[in-house]
């Protein structure tokens, strides 16, 4: 036996041969073929511009181009660290951004597992078209709404109360009252399309699951405790950390068109100061370096939170 053994052992090659890429390429060519269009869009629109960093560290001028510039160093950033302009929209930025986490980020895995937990199929799905259609309207479309519902003395809502013998509310124009509809309104916007990803991790939970759970007589609200939130839990992180990486950024539409010179306090965000500051005064510069300084600040945000993610024993990005 031992003979037969040694034998079969002197036969067989100590190592596999190494196969090199042309052999998975071969095997795999369709689905190489569908990674690239996705490769091509991240590198011609993603990478490739990335060279315009440098306008961040030149006193740039659109007649001599990017590298004739003249190198001014530091300058640009020395320039948006010492203005008060900068700093408020930089807080604005964060206060936005964290009104939207604390209240925006829970709200599509509260819908999520509603509707989940409705039993008509016809009803779900209508319901499913109701909630993820705001998110297909532009900005502009939603302003207009909210213009007509929220505005002072014709909007709506005001005319309502008005009618009923009450005060009517500042809703666009006192800050504070401005702040809960910018986050309401981003809400209604944004929860039903967030929801969509939290519906397909709960459709991956195993029916067993919940029927042994049935068995042990236990109810809606222990099941959903007990069964679908660890189950969603890792999507759940992985959006949050996500989140968290972009707490730094904030889309230019939304501040814009919502806000107004009565609630300039709080609209006025990096977006919109980059815009002002940087473009209608033509200081690509400026423009460029705030805009590197939200990068940095939004990888080291995303860097932490996910080292935090796996020192707790949670499965982070990376």
């Not at 189950?231 to 814009?256: C, E, H, Q, V, W």
Request: aromatic share 16%; net charge positive.
């Amino acid at each position: 036996m031992g003979k037969t053994n040694t034998a079969v052992s002197k036969a067989l090659p100590n190592k596999l041969p190494k196969k090199g890429f042309g052999h998975y390429l071969k095997r795999d060519i369709y689905l190489y073929l569908l990674l690239v269009l996705p490769v091509a869009y991240f590198i011609i629109f993603k990478y490739v511009p990335m060279y315009g960093i440098v306008i961040a560290f030149k006193e740039y001028n659109i007649f001599q181009g990017v590298f004739a510039s003249p190198w001014i160093g530091w300058d640009a950033f020395r320039e948006v660290f010492k203005s008060d302009d900068f700093y408020r929209a930089l807080q604005n930025t964060f206060l936005l951004n964290g009104f939207d986490m604390i209240f925006g980020f829970p709200a599509p895995i509260i819908l999520a597992i509603i509707i989940n937990e409705v039993r008509s199929v016809r009803y779900k799905r209508i319901s499913q078209t109701m909630l993820y259609l705001p998110h297909f309207l532009s900005w502009v479309i939603i302003g207009g709404i909210a213009l007509q519902i929220f505005a002072p003395n014709f909007g709506m809502i005001d005319t309502i109360i008005k009618s009923m013998g009450f005060k009517t509310i500042p809703f666009l124009t006192e800050k504070w009252h401005w702040l809960a509809t910018y986050t309401g309104i981003g809400i209604w916007q944004s929860a039903g399309w967030g929801m969509i990803i939290y519906l397909a991790a709960i459709t991956g939970i195993p029916a067993e699951l919940y029927e042994a759970a049935d068995v042990d007589g236990a109810g809606r609200l222990r099941k959903i405790w007990c069964i679908t939130l660890p189950a969603i839990k890792p999507t759940i992180i992985i959006l949050f950390i996500l989140n968290i990486g972009k707490i730094s950024m904030i889309g230019f539409d939304r501040p814009y068109i919502l806000g107004n010179q009565q609630v300039k306090d709080f609209s006025d965000v990096i977006s919109t100061y980059v815009y002002r500051v940087g473009l209608q005064s033509s200081r690509y510069n400026i423009a460029t370096a705030v805009g590197l300084f939200q990068s940095i600040v939004g990888l080291v945000f995303l860097s932490v939170t996910n080292w935090l993610a796996n020192k707790s024993g949670e499965q982070g990005i990376w």
